[in-house]
C-alpha cells in the first residue's frame, strides 16, 4: 500500500464583491511533490486581487525554481515591501508535501490559525508571525511534519475566522466544525466546502470577508498506476 497526496480547496467572494482578494494555486514541485499557495491580499475587492495574484505568481516561480519555501516566504514579503512602502499588508500560507525529503512543511505569515489533523485528533496552532509587506526583516513561521498516511492539514483565511461576528459576540468554533466533518469522511474536496458553508451560514448567507479553506492530506493508496487527476469548479457569474 502506497501513499497519495490530496488536496481540496473551497473559496467564496465577500459578499456583493465581483473578485476575491484571495486567491489560491497549486504547484508542482521540482524536487517532486505539490504546494498550495494562499495570498490573502489587504481588503477586498479589485485591488486586493489584484496584489494576491502578484504576490502568488511571485511565489509559485521561485517554488518552481527550487527556492526553499522559507526563503520564497521571504523573498514574496521584500517584494511587497519594496513596492507598497509598509502601506500595504497581505496573509501568506505555503503547505508543501516534499518529497525530496519526506515531509509535509508548513510556511506561513498571517493571523489566522491552521489545524494539523491526525487519524484521532485535532490541534490547532496559532498564528506565530504577523502579516508580511509591513516591516523589515520579517520571517516566516515554519513548521514540518512527517509524510504519514492520516496526516491532515488545514488553513484558513481571516474570513473563516471572523464569520458571524457581525452577529454574536462569540468566536467561530473552527476547533467543533473540524471535529465533526473529520468523523464524517468524505475526501478533501468536500471536507473544504463543508467548512467553508459552515462559515457561510454563520454570517447567514452573506459572507463578510473572502474566504478560503485548504486542505492537503496524505492518503493511504493501492497504486495501479500512476495516474493522477485534479478536478475544478468555477461558477461564471
Not at 136 to 142: A, E, L, S
Request: proline share 4%; with cysteine; aromatic share 4%.
Amino acid at each position: 500500500m502506497g501513499l497519495a497526496i490530496e488536496i481540496g480547496i473551497a473559496k467564496v467572494n465577500k459578499f456583493a464583491s465581483r473578485e476575491s482578494g484571495d486567491t489560491a494555486e497549486v504547484v508542482e514541485r521540482p524536487g517532486g511533490g505539490f504546494s498550495v499557495v494562499v495570498v490573502d491580499g489587504q481588503g477586498s475587492g479589485t485591488g486586493a486581487k489584484a496584489l494576491s495574484m502578484m504576490l502568488t505568481a511571485r511565489a509559485i516561480g521561485l517554488i518552481k525554481e527550487g527556492v526553499r519555501d522559507g526563503a520564497v516566504a521571504r523573498a514574496v514579503h521584500d517584494s511587497l515591501l519594496a513596492q507598497r512602502g509598509g502601506k500595504v499588508s497581505a496573509a501568506l500560507d505555503i503547505i508543501s508535501a516534499d518529497l525530496k525529503h519526506g515531509g509535509v512543511v508548513i510556511t506561513r505569515n498571517g493571523t489566522s490559525p491552521y489545524a494539523v489533523v491526525g487519524e484521532e485528533t485535532v490541534q490547532m496552532m496559532g498564528a506565530e508571525q504577523g502579516p508580511i509587506g509591513l516591516y523589515p526583516f520579517m520571517r516566516p513561521g515554519v513548521h514540518r511534519h512527517e509524510l504519514r498516511a492520516g496526516l491532515q492539514i488545514w488553513s484558513v483565511t481571516d474570513g473563516i475566522v471572523g464569520a458571524g461576528k457581525r452577529w454574536t459576540s462569540v468566536e467561530f468554533p473552527i476547533r467543533e466544525h473540524l471535529e465533526r466533518i473529520v468523523s464524517t469522511g468524505g475526501n478533501a474536496k468536500e471536507m473544504a466546502q463543508s467548512l467553508l458553508d459552515c462559515a457561510i451560514e454563520a454570517d447567514r448567507g452573506r459572507p463578510l470577508d473572502d474566504m478560503t479553506v485548504s486542505i492537503l492530506r496524505v492518503i493511504e493508496n493501492e497504486i495501479v498506476q500512476p495516474v493522477r487527476s485534479m478536478h475544478l469548479v468555477v461558477p461564471i457569474p
